[in-house]
Protein backbone atom coordinates (compact mmCIF):
# COMPACT_ATOMS: atom_id res chain seq x y z
CA UNK A 1 0.00 0.00 0.00
CA UNK A 2 0.65 3.70 -0.54
CA UNK A 3 0.26 6.81 1.40
CA UNK A 4 -2.32 7.43 -0.64
CA UNK A 5 -3.93 3.95 -0.74
CA UNK A 6 -3.83 4.48 3.38
CA UNK A 7 -5.18 7.63 3.01
CA UNK A 8 -8.26 6.59 0.80
CA UNK A 9 -9.25 3.40 3.46
CA UNK A 10 -9.08 6.25 6.02
CA UNK A 11 -11.14 8.82 4.27
CA UNK A 12 -13.61 6.02 3.24
CA UNK A 13 -13.89 4.87 6.39
CA UNK A 14 -14.98 8.14 7.63
CA UNK A 15 -17.17 8.59 5.07
CA UNK A 16 -19.20 5.27 5.59
CA UNK A 17 -18.35 4.59 1.59
CA UNK A 18 -15.55 1.46 2.72
CA UNK A 19 -17.24 -1.90 2.42
CA UNK A 20 -18.43 -3.86 5.51
CA UNK A 21 -15.00 -5.39 6.10
CA UNK A 22 -12.37 -3.12 4.53
CA UNK A 23 -11.72 -1.24 7.92
CA UNK A 24 -11.42 -4.32 9.99
CA UNK A 25 -9.14 -5.87 7.29
CA UNK A 26 -6.76 -2.85 7.04
CA UNK A 27 -6.21 -2.48 10.95
CA UNK A 28 -5.32 -6.77 11.09
CA UNK A 29 -3.01 -6.87 8.48
CA UNK A 30 0.66 -5.79 8.66
CA UNK A 31 1.73 -3.38 6.34
CA UNK A 32 5.20 -3.36 5.10
CA UNK A 33 6.20 0.30 4.90
CA UNK A 34 7.01 0.70 8.81
CA UNK A 35 5.58 4.25 8.60
CA UNK A 36 2.12 3.21 6.90
CA UNK A 37 1.88 0.54 9.14
CA UNK A 38 2.62 2.82 12.44
CA UNK A 39 -0.40 4.51 11.34
CA UNK A 40 -2.74 1.00 11.15
CA UNK A 41 -1.60 0.84 14.33
CA UNK A 42 -2.67 4.05 15.58
CA UNK A 43 -6.19 3.50 13.68
CA UNK A 44 -6.27 0.04 15.23
CA UNK A 45 -5.44 1.74 19.00
CA UNK A 46 -8.12 4.87 18.62
CA UNK A 47 -11.35 2.92 20.11
CA UNK A 48 -8.88 2.75 23.51
CA UNK A 49 -7.07 5.88 23.29
CA UNK A 50 -10.18 7.99 22.60
CA UNK A 51 -13.31 5.68 23.54
CA UNK A 52 -16.84 6.45 21.62
CA UNK A 53 -19.39 8.27 24.04
CA UNK A 54 -21.98 6.16 22.00
CA UNK A 55 -21.41 2.79 21.48
CA UNK A 56 -22.31 1.94 17.88
CA UNK A 57 -18.91 4.53 16.75
CA UNK A 58 -15.57 3.80 16.06
CA UNK A 59 -13.64 5.98 18.60
CA UNK A 60 -14.23 9.39 20.16
CA UNK A 61 -14.38 13.05 18.64
CA UNK A 62 -10.62 13.21 18.95
CA UNK A 63 -10.08 9.85 17.56
CA UNK A 64 -12.40 11.03 14.28
CA UNK A 65 -9.91 14.00 13.76
CA UNK A 66 -6.90 11.97 14.35
CA UNK A 67 -8.13 9.86 11.23
CA UNK A 68 -8.77 13.06 9.07
CA UNK A 69 -5.41 14.52 10.28
CA UNK A 70 -3.77 11.46 8.96
CA UNK A 71 -5.60 11.07 5.60
CA UNK A 72 -5.22 14.61 4.95
CA UNK A 73 -1.37 14.07 5.96
CA UNK A 74 -0.94 11.08 3.82
CA UNK A 75 -2.92 12.47 0.60
CA UNK A 76 -0.65 15.73 0.85
CA UNK A 77 3.06 13.32 1.16
CA UNK A 78 3.43 14.67 4.56
CA UNK A 79 5.62 12.44 6.91
CA UNK A 80 3.39 10.92 9.95
CA UNK A 81 6.07 10.78 11.36
CA UNK A 82 6.77 10.87 14.60
CA UNK A 83 3.21 8.91 15.18
CA UNK A 84 2.91 10.21 19.01
CA UNK A 85 2.07 13.31 17.58
CA UNK A 86 -1.23 12.87 16.66
CA UNK A 87 -2.15 11.70 19.90
CA UNK A 88 -0.24 14.12 22.02
Same mark, same amino acid.
Given at each position: ??? %????? /???????????? #?? #? +? /????? &??????? +?? %? &????? /??? /????????????????????? &???? +???????????? &????
Amino acid at each position: MTK %VDVAN /EIAAFLDGSCGK #WD #W +D /EFISL &RLSDPEL +DA %V &RLLCA /ELP /ELDPPVDRRHYCGEHGMAILA &RLAD +DLKNGRSVMPIS &RYTG
